[in-house]
């Protein structure tokens, strides 16, 4: 058991809360219980995520994509319907966003990078003033499908490849989610290809034109891998309980 005001605390801390600056509102957005024992996480705060966390009888829901997102929108249909779960479950809503992707611990980026097994690690991904990716190089080449069969496993999902580059990589660049507008920065840091999670109209033709392969490997499932390591890492810190709530898109 933790109390809340400690937990959000170390996070607010931990994940650099207040230094990054973001469309999202990162940190504690809807108050619950005063103590904490089990939380459980999600990649996006809906009404099925927060339906989950109540049946799990956690104290807490920490998401990558939270509620409030710069703008005031009415608490009328499914946003009140998302906001009465939480508040019957008496659940804290936690949302790291931009935080999370580029944590250098915990971050998606740093943690696909990771299971990778990327070589010479550096910041890619300009963004909001931040690195919020990276950039590394292959333990060996690969085709460019063999490193989307690759993904797949390690991210059980299906990748989309758009082979436009060398017929071997050695160097690729990574940023999670909706990132494919940084192909052409991805193509200035000599990346053979560019690892995201969902593809862009423009950025097809930006990728074809400069001749880098870009792998899709979904929005979704490149945003799971931080969370599952920021869950760990509060399960070694605080011994606390954690639960993972798989609401995959498609995308």
């Known amino acids: 058991m933790m109390k809340r005001t400690e937990l959000v605390g170390f996070l607010d801390e931990y994940l650099d809360i207040a230094d990054v600056v973001d469309k999202s509102f990162n940190g504690l957005q809807v108050e619950g219980a005063e103590e904490v024992s089990r939380i459980s996480f999600a990649v996006d705060f809906c009404l099925a995520s927060a339906e989950a966390a109540r049946k799990q009888s956690s104290q807490m829901l ?19 319907r998302q906001i009465s779960a ?19 611990e915990v971050g998606n980026n740093i943690q696909l990078a990771r299971m990778l097994d990327l070589r010479n690690i550096a910041p890619f991904g300009r963004y909001n003033g931040l690195d919020i990716g990276v950039t590394g190089e292959l333990p060996g080449p690969l085709k460019p499908d063999d490193l989307a069969r690759r993904l797949d496993k390690l991210l059980q999902g299906k990748t989309q490849v758009f082979k436009f580059g060398s017929r071997k990589i050695n160097r690729v660049a990574v940023v999670s989610g909706d990132a494919a507008s940084l192909a052409e ?15 862009s109209h423009t950025a097809y033709h930006v990728v074809q ?43």
């Open 62 to 80: 920490v998401v990558h994509h939270g509620f409030f997102w710069g703008k005031v929108e009415p608490l009328t249909g499914h946003r009140l």
């Open 86 to 104: 939480l508040l019957k479950g008496e659940l804290n809503l936690y949302a790291a966003h931009l935080p999370l992707d580029a944590h250098p």
């Open 185 to 199: 920065e991805a193509a200035n840091a000599q990346a053979d290809a560019f690892i995201t999670g969902e593809i």
């Open 209 to 251: 034109e400069r001749g880098i392969h870009l792998l899709c490997a979904g929005h979704y499932a490149t945003e799971t891998v931080g969370l599952r390591a920021l869950a760990a890492r509060l399960q070694q810190e605080f011994s606390l309980e954690t639960r993972w709530i798989d609401l995959p898109t498609g995308v």
